[in-house]
């Protein structure tokens, strides 16, 4: 079974600033990543994903996340903190199933942004 | 591309009446559709896995007649919330999946607001 955990469940950070949010997974098998966000009262956006190949990927709004498996890391980075990027955000991982996928959410990360 | 629309995105009901809520795929078709629910400050908790045309696999503890989930076609599920209570009040949310051909990616509704009176 799959796992993730997000270290931190508040980052803050002032606007501009680089915004580092911390994710690491345990999976038995090559695992694929993803990053999603959310708004209040709204559902999930994914912001990017890892499957296989390049392990930097970047993701919309100017996010990027890099897959480092020798650390079981899936961290998700941003060079320049905006106001609107304020919101929810969590971690999922999921393993290739012929049946579909299942994903394994982290706890969530909330992002506030002050100006 | 990849939308998938829920409906309603609020609603209020009595105690003890049925809350149908819709689920979506308008521009792929979903062989896989998921249900989760989540309460305030926390994760998202998967309910249910349903396929096109067989029966949904319900997670450890979520009572499947409770919550009944039907996938009629490639781009519809619903999930009936039965004689609700108010302890059923949570934010549910549906995902869709294209399947293998998408690397088993999941593209989620906007969510339902639930509130039980």
């Known amino acids: 079974a799959q796992s993730v955990t997000q270290l931190g469940s508040h980052v803050s950070v002032s606007e501009g600033a680089l915004v580092l949010l911390r994710c690491n997974y345990s999976s038995s098998v090559p695992p694929y990543l993803f990053w999603y966000v959310q708004y209040p009262n709204q559902g999930l956006q994914l912001l990017l994903k890892?499957?296989?190949?390049?392990?930097l990927v970047k993701g919309i709004n100017g996010f990027e996340a890099e897959f480092k498996k020798s650390e079981t890391s899936f961290h998700l980075t941003k060079p320049s903190a905006h106001m609107s990027d304020a919101a929810e955000y969590f971690c999922?991982?999921?393993?290739?199933?012929?049946?579909?996928?299942?994903?394994?959410f982290g706890e969530g990360t909330q992002l506030t942004v002050n100006p | 591309g990849a939308v998938v629309s829920q409906h309603p995105s609020w609603v209020i009901c009595k105690s003890g009446t049925s809350v149908k809520i819709e689920c979506r795929s308008l521009?792929?078709?979903?062989?896989?559709m998921f249900w989760y629910r989540q309460f305030p400050k926390q994760s998202l908790m998967l309910m249910a896995t349903?396929?096109?045309?067989?029966?949904?696999?319900?997670e450890q503890g979520v009572e499947k007649d409770k919550f009944l989930i039907n996938h009629a076609s490639l781009t519809l599920s619903t999930l009936t919330v039965t004689s609700a209570h108010p302890e059923d009040s949570s934010f549910y949310i549906c995902?869709?999946?294209?399947?293998?051909?998408?690397?088993?990616?999941?593209?989620f509704g906007a969510g339902t607001r639930l509130s039980v009176l």
């Open positions: 521009d792929f078709q979903a062989t896989t």
């Open positions: 999922a991982v999921s393993v290739y199933e012929t049946s579909g996928s299942r994903l394994t």
């Open positions: 349903s396929n096109e045309g067989s029966k949904a696999t319900y």
């Open positions: 995902s869709a999946s294209p399947g293998l051909a998408a690397k088993n990616i999941q593209y």
């Open positions: 890892y499957t296989t190949g390049a392990t």
